[in-house]
């Protein structure tokens, strides 16, 4: 267990000061903004689900915007305050953003569509089983 402590750790003592100093970042801040945006995260996906369940549009562009905040807090933390960065880190914080946004923006509007489709095969089947058409059978 020593040599844990002293070669894993101490490995990762000399990881998270050569961030520090060479690009002004605290990993231990990113993984606290990390940590502290998770329950936001998956309450925002909660929330967004039974919006769409209820098919409240304006609730869904709030949670969305929650949902992409959460998602973003870390690595803006990272894109605010990093300096010296290497201009590869710059392309995958967009990256990751742009993923992030790209697959809310597709969710959201595929979800009304297939709804719009389940609702219109439900209609038409209860047209096909109405009661009208059960008159003469009795």
Same mark, same amino acid.
């Given at each position: %267990?020593?040599?844990?402590?002293r070669?894993?750790? /101490?490995?990762? #003592?000399? %990881?998270?000061q050569a961030? #520090?100093?060479?690009?002004?970042?605290?990993?231990?801040?990113?993984?606290?903004?990390?940590?502290?945006?998770?329950?936001?995260?998956?309450? !925002?996906?909660?929330?967004?689900?039974?919006?769409?369940?209820?098919? #409240?549009?304006n609730?869904?562009?709030?949670? !969305? %915007?929650?949902?992409?905040?959460?998602?973003? &807090?870390?690595?803006?933390?990272?894109?605010?305050? /990093? #300096?010296?960065?290497?201009?590869?880190?710059?392309?995958?914080? &967009?990256?990751?953003?742009?993923?992030?946004?790209?697959?809310?923006?597709?969710?959201?509007?595929?979800?009304? +569509?297939?709804?719009?489709? &389940? !609702? +219109?095969?439900?209609?038409?089947?209860?047209?096909? &089983?109405?009661?009208?058409?059960?008159? /003469?059978? +009795?």
């Open positions: %267990m020593e040599w844990f402590n070669v894993v750790l /101490g490995e990762i #003592r000399q %990881m998270m961030a #520090r100093v060479n690009y002004c970042v605290d990993p231990v801040i990113f993984i606290v903004i990390y940590l502290f945006s998770v329950p936001f995260f998956y309450y !925002s996906i909660f929330r967004m689900v039974r919006a769409l369940a209820r098919k #409240r549009g609730e869904i562009m709030v949670w !969305s %915007m929650v949902f992409l905040a959460a998602t973003a &807090a870390p690595f803006l933390y990272v894109l605010f305050f /990093g #300096r010296n960065l290497p201009w590869w880190v710059y392309v995958v914080i &967009a990256l990751l953003i742009g993923q992030g946004v790209y697959s809310l923006v597709r969710r959201l509007t595929k979800k009304p +569509a297939a709804d719009a489709a &389940a !609702s +219109a095969e439900s209609s038409d089947v209860k047209k096909k &089983a109405s009661p009208e058409d059960h008159k /003469g059978t +009795a």
